[in-house]
């Protein structure tokens, strides 16, 4: 696919679906406006469906110019396994067993710490959920602190202002908080084998300073938001005795996570224990919860999208990357973050021959630290949208809210990462 009209039909898709991520409260708008056709602006105003719609636009154009098989096999060259293990880890997750447990555990901890009890469970939200995502890797974490800050902070009486910027808190936290580890953030795993960065590695050089841009983006929100929070019943002892769940029922979903998690790059291993799930779930209905099957698919068709389109954006992104000092680096992969994922720009980065090891940290630092900035920006976020849209206006996430709410907390993580 290396033909000079398929590679500007690509980037002009490329930038159409950009402009439509950046206009999904429109359609939402004319959906109202117009309803006659209110199903079809509904599909188009959510942002999920924006790059896999325009992925399909893509290969339908590529059809027309190249062929039918040239467009088939190019698909099949792709790499799917991201979407899909992100769909898999949000449904397992987000299963009420999981989900009670963490939430059991952080409330355990909240009513320890000698302030109000619905602060401290925020800042664990904000903080200490997006640093386990190292352990239990990122899309997993979103997913987790999402649900669990959804009815506390993420509601319509607080003030939409004060929402995007615990969006953006999250996010950015999300994104530097999965650098303890190799494993976790999608931006590192990319280049973690390439450039032989294992977990000490990036503890050392990365995940200090990220762990103390997580702390403090979580305790500046946390104090704007205190006035909007309130008590919420979480956790497995609020419960009433009929409700609870099994620890045997616990234990059985913890291990198939915990399974996932250590095949995520084996689609056959992780899709099988996904599969086992799924029985088990039905088994013992009486302990579960709707499984979030329509949300995770989204994210998963957003993904999948993002890989379709993006792998034909290497002619234009590489001399970019390549083409730049080490600090100029940092911040170029901070601002082309906000236009596309984190892990392709890391990826084109693992590419290039001889490249320096100042030039590697600038990249990686900069990469996460600008996950934050859009939706597209890392691949969790779209899960964090899926599950938290509704708490907002027109049950749309603005690209541009999004933007302003996380310029703070990615200037607070670009400090960490450039000055410490």
Request: aromatic content about 10%; glycine content about 8%.
């Amino acid at each position: 696919m290396s033909d000079t009209p398929i590679q500007w039909i690509a980037a002009a898709v490329f930038a159409v679906a950009l402009l439509h991520t950046f206009s999904v409260k429109q359609f939402e708008r004319l959906s109202l406006r117009y309803p006659r056709h209110a199903g079809l602006f509904h599909l188009l105003g959510e942002v999920e469906v924006v790059f896999g719609f325009w992925a399909i636009v893509l290969m339908l154009l590529m059809a027309l110019v190249a062929g039918g098989d040239p467009a088939l096999a190019y698909l099949e060259s792709r790499n799917y396994t991201e979407p899909m293990f992100v769909f898999v880890v949000m449904v397992i997750a987000a299963s009420r067993p999981v989900l009670r447990t963490v939430m059991a555990s952080v409330d355990l901890v909240a009513r320890l710490v000698p302030i109000r009890t619905p602060v401290a469970t925020a800042w664990l939200g904000l903080a200490a959920v997006p640093l386990l995502g190292s352990l239990i890797t990122e899309p997993a974490a979103m997913t987790i602190a999402a649900l669990m800050l959804a009815p506390q902070i993420f509601r319509p009486q607080v003030p939409e202002g004060i929402k995007y910027l615990a969006l953006g808190v999250l996010f950015v936290n999300v994104s530097i908080g999965g650098t303890l580890t190799s494993y976790a953030a999608p931006p590192v795993l990319m280049v973690a084998t390439t450039w032989q960065w294992d977990s000490a590695f990036m503890l050392a050089t990365f995940g200090w300073k990220a762990a103390l841009a997580v702390l403090v983006n979580a305790t500046i929100a946390t104090f704007l938001l205190r006035g909007h929070l309130h008590a919420a019943p979480v956790g497995n002892d609020r419960l009433p005795p009929a409700d609870r769940v099994p620890m045997s029922v616990v234990a059985v979903h913890l291990v198939l996570l915990a399974g996932v998690v250590l095949f995520a790059h084996h689609p056959i291993v992780f899709l099988g224990l996904f599969l086992m799930f799924l029985g088990f779930t039905q088994a013992y209905e009486r302990h579960q919860s709707p499984l979030i099957i329509k949300e995770a698919l989204l994210v998963g068709f957003f993904l999948a999208g993002l890989v379709v389109l993006g792998g034909l954006q290497q002619w234009w992104l590489q001399p970019i990357v390549s083409g730049l000092s080490p600090v100029a680096l940092f911040f170029g992969a901070l601002g082309l973050t906000a236009i596309t994922d984190n892990a392709a720009l890391t990826y084109l980065g693992s590419l290039i021959v001889g490249i320096s090891d100042p030039a590697k940290y600038m990249l990686v630092a900069g990469a996460v630290a600008g996950g934050g900035l859009t939706v597209i920006a890392n691949a969790p976020n779209p899960a964090g949208v899926a599950l938290l849209k509704r708490g907002f206006a027109d049950e749309t996430i603005g690209a541009g809210g999004l933007l302003m709410g996380a310029l703070g907390p990615t200037a607070i993580a670009a400090a960490a990462f450039m000055l410490l």
